[in-house]
């Protein structure tokens, strides 16, 4: 597997393009006739796209996407529908597809009805930039941008069992309302491989599972997420399991972009859950600590108060037994052991302690938990709690 | 019901107590030959003196309880129940009680030994200075703060259906890792009512998960919290519905001092849902909005921003439909609707949205919730995220 320039476009026959005025961007992303599936929210309280694209992807097929920032088109009733349909319909007509093979998506503030006269303009003028190009990927990937600081894309060239290659390649948009079970969240990702829309979705979720429902930047679960995969058979070649590690690698890249450039970031954790007695319960605990407020301000701060580590894998629903638990904290170049197999070796006046404060300095943080009680493994990211995070989101409508 | 002053003192015959130094403190309430129950965390990481408490209690008898603050006595291994049993046994000693009538609770950074020499002559400081006063119950109230800015007191008298007056009386602390299911929480109430631990348990259970169940600061959940209750039987009178009446409301007022003075917290809100398929589900959905970064945000930044309460009611689990779900702002003097079945009022330009810009302003805003589905309600405590929310919790240990 390697890492290829590009986005969505370093798949073949891809075509996108981005257009923005002060408050709005557009993104269109065309991948025709593809094979096609979608994962959205939980959150019972949906937005007008997500109803639309439900339907959209229904029949297994897609030729385009088209998303919006600035206004999430959600509690919006009958006019959101027709807004979101009329979005669709601008790019079928401009492009002369079938209304029910273009997606939709939204992200922005909730409760707004959708200034349609600016969105139809720039869907026009974004129709009209369509290429397969590293530009026109990285220009859709700004559109869709509403507080992250930079864009998100990944793509990469894989082999599969028969030696063939194949691509994938994604772009998404964080960076607040992120938690587990996604945030708000938008990724479209394209591929050139040959699959049924069923197919795609086995692959799709448990991808997804592994990576966006693995992010936490303030545990909002958002009301439009939604990740849409297209697979355009480009390159004539059926999917196996080489094609799903390399799906599963590109969301969980997007996903920890995502974390790292989480609303008023500074730093970026993984958190690693070992020994658990499931699956299940290495999420549980993982996403646990990654969702603390007061790990996240612990990391802020550069203080290795591992207590709230402990504690918040306490309260997270999986089981832990304080006599066989370990918890290790590890950066670039360090690692150190704070509580060995429950005894504790990071207490103060220790050199361990001082090698965790050096830790907690740097920018990229690994926790590293092992209960000690099973073969459950997770990994969960996530980002400090920082002033930031309170200043953008104290006036984000305002 | 009335309120009285003197708080756990309020009640004949209880006697309390408080030594400190400069970052320790401890509180000895004295309760005698009470019968007593008691209500834990439920995080599978618990302290050592949640598992003595534990033990002292199941016999229904308590004549004291000694806690201090500055030191949980959490991870601390066996060496952590020899300190808890040594708190004990001091109170024990000097006042002549068994060992098994003496509870002990502990509050502060979690993975280091205790200072037993501190807190034994602070143990010791205390127990010269008990005596029934409104001075002795708040100098033991300020003995257990923490990150608390003021002492947490209330007490109230109420008549028995009998026409019999009785007395409730309470302290508590807070302020961080406040979460449902309780923070890093210490409360304990005095009552001089006769009855049995286990009618005491049944009432108090009703009354946590009505209160202290309620109130969220950061989510996170601690591993010492601890509600004892000791009932002296000094007014000679039995328990009956007035009396767990107006126990709730103790344990809901001293609820909403924690949620008012929870870390960095500049304003409060009281989130009330209506009209829930249930009990339950109010209580997902209350417990969802107060614990929601992004309201929390919103609060501190006087941001009316309604979309971010309707989506975590629609994250809670609760069940809702937009279509008749009503949203309004409360302040002690305004109330604005802004959603009404469904619809919005309080669009950009209307009068409705400028009267909740004047509500967010306030200091105490409720939040009223109106899911249209049935009949369950349910109150949760909260408050807003600050800088100094960040700033506390960023430099606690070091």
Chains 1, 2 share one sequence.
């Not at 093979?101 to 003028?125: C, E, F, H, Q, Y």
């Not at 049924?196 to 009301?223: I, P, Q």
């Not at 859950?273 to 549980?284: C, I, Q």
Request: glycine residues 8%; hydrophobic residues 40%.
């Amino acid at each position: 597997m390697k890492i290829v320039d590009g986005g969505v476009c370093a798949v073949n026959g891809v075509l996108a393009a981005g257009a923005c005025d002060d408050d709005y961007g557009v993104a269109v992303i065309v991948c025709k006739d593809s094979d096609s599936t979608a994962v959205f929210t939980s959150n019972k309280i949906v937005a007008a796209p997500v109803i639309l694209t439900k339907n959209a992807v229904e029949n297994g097929k897609l030729s385009a996407v088209v998303a919006n920032s600035g206004n999430a088109n959600c509690f919006t009733g009958d006019q959101g529908i027709e807004d979101g349909k009329a979005m669709a319909s601008v790019v079928a007509e401009e492009l002369d597809f079938k209304f029910e093979d273009v997606a939709v998506a939204s992200t922005g503030v909730i409760g707004r009805l959708m200034p349609m006269d600016i969105i139809g303009s720039l869907i026009k003028k974004a129709v009209l930039r369509l290429e397969n190009s590293a530009e026109a990927s990285k220009n859709a990937a700004e559109a869709i941008m509403t507080t992250d600081t930079y864009s998100k894309e990944f793509a990469v060239e894989t082999t599969l069992k028969n030696g063939k290659s194949i691509r994938i390649g994604g772009i998404t948009k964080g960076s607040g309302m992120i938690a587990p079970n996604m945030g708000t969240m938008l990724c479209f990702i394209t591929t050139d491989v040959k699959a049924s829309s069923s197919e795609l979705n086995t692959a799709l979720k448990k991808a997804v599972d592994a990576s966006f429902n693995m992010v936490v930047v303030d545990g909002d679960e958002s009301t439009n997420d939604t990740v849409i995969l297209m697979a355009n058979g480009e390159s004539g070649e059926s999917i196996d399991e080489n094609f799903e590690e390399a799906l599963e690698y590109v969301c969980c890249q997007l996903a920890s972009m995502m974390a790292k450039d989480g609303e008023g970031a500074t730093k970026f954790m993984e958190v690693e859950v070992n020994g658990a007695v499931n699956t299940e319960e290495a999420r549980l605990a993982a996403k646990a600590v990654v969702s603390s407020s007061l790990v996240k301000t612990a990391l802020f701060g550069a203080d290795p108060n591992w207590g709230r580590i402990v504690a918040a894998v306490g309260y997270s629903g999986a089981d832990i037994d304080p006599k066989v638990v370990s918890v290790s904290l590890q950066s670039l170049n360090k690692r150190v052991d704070i509580v060995d197999h429950g005894i504790i070796a990071a207490f103060e006046g220790t050199s361990q302690l001082e090698e965790a404060e050096d830790i907690m300095e740097e920018k990229n943080i690994r926790i590293i938990i092992d209960l000690g009680l099973g073969n459950g493994n997770a990994t969960a990211y996530g980002c400090d709690l920082s002033y930031d995070y309170v200043s953008i989101n104290a006036e984000y409508t305002t």
